[in-house]
């Protein structure tokens, strides 16, 4: 079959791009997801391979979650997570969410934070309330949210949502 050939060509070039190939994984709909991370070693990308053969490309439309370590601290910070297009609400977010939650407890990272992007559509201001607090994530009234490797909610953190803002 092409496409396991075709992984394994994406994965040494990823490899040869400088980047740490993670694992490969099955997705929705049969693509196989190369995650892998760049040279900080926190950030984390993935490559779809779609059943045909065809790859989404690096720098392009691979899809990516940056994260940041934080100074002094056993944590980090998400800062942004790009998926974009045809890609969203196809898994490829809660593959990506898993490696990182996957990280983060093999590094014994006590919380990781961050800010949950605002939105005008109510549809897709649900779908990130819905994405983060299936994984642990508590997301205040000013849209901080934060995991915590204990899984203990923070008190009061999910009274405010109406869905509006």
């Avoid at 934080?70 to 944590?75: D, Q, V, Y």
């Avoid at 969410?97 to 983060?104: G, P, V």
């Avoid at 093999?106 to 994984?135: P, S, V």
Wanted: charged residues 20%; glycine residues 8%; aromatic residues 10%.
């Amino acid at each position: 079959m092409i496409v396991p050939a075709i992984v394994n060509t994406q994965m040494n070039l990823i490899q040869e791009d400088g980047c740490t190939v993670i694992r490969a994984v099955q997705a929705n709909e049969g693509h196989t997801v190369i995650l892998y991370t760049g040279q900080s070693g926190y950030d984390i990308f993935a490559r779809i391979v779609y059943q045909t053969g065809v790859t989404t490309k690096r720098y392009q439309n691979d899809l990516a979650m940056f994260i940041q370590k934080k100074p002094r601290e056993h944590a980090w910070r998400l800062l942004y997570i790009r998926i974009l297009g045809d890609k969203i609400n196809n898994g490829y977010g809660t593959i990506m969410m898993n490696q990182l939650l996957d990280n983060a407890r093999q590094k014994n990272i006590d919380y990781i934070d961050g800010h949950m992007q605002a939105t005008d559509n109510k549809e897709h201001d649900a779908r990130l309330y819905h994405f983060y607090t299936k994984f642990g994530f508590t997301i205040d009234s000013e849209r901080n949210i934060v995991w915590r490797k204990s899984g203990h909610d923070a008190p009061n953190s999910h009274e405010w949502y109406n869905g509006q803002d």
